[in-house]
């Protein structure tokens, strides 16, 4: 059933309107957004539909495809209201508590954005409500403060730590473009990625592993850049280069902190260089860029999986350009840069791969650089 249908059998009347947010697949940039450097997400088609109508002042009730009960909350603090309607009441504390007069809402929630495969059906939802809202309530909201304030929802409403890349993709991401984002100065740069122009596609392998210590491992890796920033004496680990590795390595005792370090200050170089080759209209030659991020997150970083790992290397034995995990560790994403031509044989490369080391099966499709958050 789609949104408004939900909307119209839950609350007997029709929505004032509809908006869409898009999930997103990072193309290069992974752990890099909390050390405020650089990613590179393009939005997916795949997208959450928000229904939304009016409601008395103060009140808010929202239900979801995906849920079998209707929230409904007046005004919260953070944490008070939990489970997936959280990320609906953060974003209508985080509005309120920048000031804004948020309009009571009826919403509905549909999606086609998998939950909980590094596609960020959580900031797709936010971003649908959020845009919704701003609209609904004729709020002066420029476009370039909606990914903080629907980030402040996730991070200190729900209480996941994530960076800026999510809500920003989901936001601010165009059709046909891919998104080079500097999340220290929130700049951006909308980097051409049209790649069914020259035969090329992305192929999206989601490996359907089941998530585990994600919170955790994530929390443990960000302790850890920021410990390593702390020692080595720079805001973030952004401000450490390339040329300046082997010295800041040589300042850390720790082994694993250093293998932490190098694949942030590595990754981001990864980012500038895929952003160069792009916009020299070189697309076949990130993939080397691809791999080398993948090899950087399984070794250094140490957040993929053997059913991430089959991926990327079935998928380069099948031909692809370059292929990595996408988004942030512990099962996802794979996505990997082919020649359109060859998508069924990597598909079934990797389906065969997976099959053989008797992993539940992989689920593949060609990714295209979608649209961001909008009313429809
Ligand atoms: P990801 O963002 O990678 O998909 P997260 O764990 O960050 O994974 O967010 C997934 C959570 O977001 C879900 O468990 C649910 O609570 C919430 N969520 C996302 N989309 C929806 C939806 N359409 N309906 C209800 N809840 C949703
Ligand atoms: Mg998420």
Redesign the pocket.
Known sequence: MSAADVFRQRYGTEPAGLWAAPGRVNLIGEHTDYNEGYVLPFALPQR?IAAVGPAPAGEWTVC?T??DEPVSFGVTEPGEVS??AG?VAGIVWSLRDAGFEVPGARIA?D?DVP???????????ESSVLTALIDLGGLDVPLERRPALAQRAENVYVG?PTGILDQSASIRCQEGRALFLDCRTYEIDQIPFDLAAEGLAILVINSNAPHQHVDGEYGARRKSCEEAAHILGVPALRDVTPDDLAEALAKLDDDVMRRRVRHIVTEDQRVLDTVELLRAGRTRDIGPLLTASHASMRDDFEITVPQVDIAVESALAAGAYGARMT?GGFGGCVLALIDTARADETVAAVEAAYAEATFTAPTCWIATAGPGATRL
């Open positions: 959450t979801s995906f849920a489970g997936w990320y929630i999606s939950l909980g495969s590094g596609l960020s059906s959580s900031a797709a939802l996941a988004g």
